[in-house]
């Protein structure tokens, strides 16, 4: 399990970001006193630092500059202040990302899930496998059992977004959202023919009802 | 200063010697004194009357020209009277310490304007950073404990964001100080960017996008930016029609990229369309939406001028409204 260590000195903020990244599947590790942070990571070891400037006392880009000189670790920075400048500081103290808060929740998440990729911590990242299929995200195909089949990006993505997630509903609202991440901006009748296609293929490849409809809630697989 | 001009100023002048010149000639003659030495005495008297105007008048135009010179030159106009060297006559000088203390007071009442206009633009600063804290953690409440309440509450959220956000630039917009960098930037990340932010808002609104390749480097600030897109999207979606759709378009005009954004919403009445980046200026079309508040395309042109980007609109109604960024090509970039 990856762990992620929260820098934040809004208590409300730091608990639920805790509560969601713990919902995520990851573990977290809260620092409280700035003044032992390289310490603190020394002794943790996180895959990865959400780093707040806005800090008391001390800021984050000083934060960042007394952590690179004891880890490597990837820190994204979140923060209220936007512009260009604090952006490019934070660049430049050796932060990995900066993303400003308000945050979008699944732009966070993919941002953390990203940087930690990056890092080479999450190295599988062009094929998933969940339930006998295998999709990969290179090549744009679906394999099971010897066979295989083409898929378009859309399909790929509709999966990809189903299959990081097994056994998890996914409802249409946010796989439209994953989609628009991921510049397809397709609206909701797209995405039905989309599912009609895709689920087609799998039958083709013998996975009839591989992609579950709840009705009224979304998909799952 | 023109001859006439001059002479105009100082007509009583020249009349009285014209008078005492004939009231002497008169005198002389009745007195006796031959008409010979009369006209070389009026000959001596032009030539001395008119080098005394010469010179006068050279000394007043040379000194008009420079105050010329300087006002040109100055880039804040109320700074003059700290320019400008010292009068050649004293009736001048005296006028000169007048407008100097007039002037001075200005300065004053300009820098204070300044400094509490800075202070108060940092309050804004400051109090939107402080404002996010309670948005971001009533986001994450939401999103940890997710019902059909919460999602209301979320939607209600991201409209406060979107309404600080605005004041945000508002100040930044009408604000002396400049704190945005120009740079290369991908002009197609920056609309990747803007689709992201509002995507909850457009995929509600049932919004269709395309986006053309967009293969273009602009040198602009790319958070200004995202904010100026994102204000003309928000209005797309505000103004939409049946089945509402968007384009981003951008083209190369030399050295120049036009960046356009296209809707097929309701369209704005001819006469209303030079009128649309005028602060508080809703319309038609924003009174019966209602909630428009008229700054979103003010706040947009102003930061424009800053970032000297030209913002431009075209539209038919009910066909389309299109809001067209021309960046300006990296060489014409002035200082900045």
Redesign the interface.
Known sequence: MQKIMIIEDEADIRNELAQLLGNEGFMVAILEQTDTAAARINEEKPDLVLLDIGLQGKDGYTLCLEIRRVSQVPIIFVTSRETSIDELKALSVGGDDYITKPYNIPVLIARIKVALRRCGENTAADHIQVKGLVLNTLKGTLEHNGKSVEATKNEVKILACLMQRPGEIISRMNLIEYLWENQIYIDDNTLSVNMTRLRSKLTDLGLKDYIITKRGMGYKV | MKVKDYLADRQGKLLLHLTAAAAMSAFLQLTGTSGGIVVILLIVWTIGLVSVLVADYLKINTYLNTMDTIIEGLDKKYLFFECLPVPPSNFLKKMFQIFRQSAKSMIEAVSDAEAQQKEYREYIESW???I??????Q???C??NESEVSKKILFQ?GRI?AHVERALYYARAGSVEK???I?AVDLNEIV?KT???Y??L??RN?M????EPLPAEVYT????VEFMIGQIVANAVRYRSDNPRIRFHSERLGGQIRLSVTDNGIGIPPHELVRIFERGFTGTNGRKEGGSTGMGLYICKKLSEFLQIELSAESSENEYTSICMTFPAKESLTEM
């Open positions: 939107v950073h402080e996010k804290v309670p948005i971001t953690a986001q994450l409440i999103k940890n959220a964001e704190d945005f960098i740079e990747k689709i992201s932010k995507r909850t457009l995929i049932g269709q996008i395309e986006v600030d790319g958070k200004w």
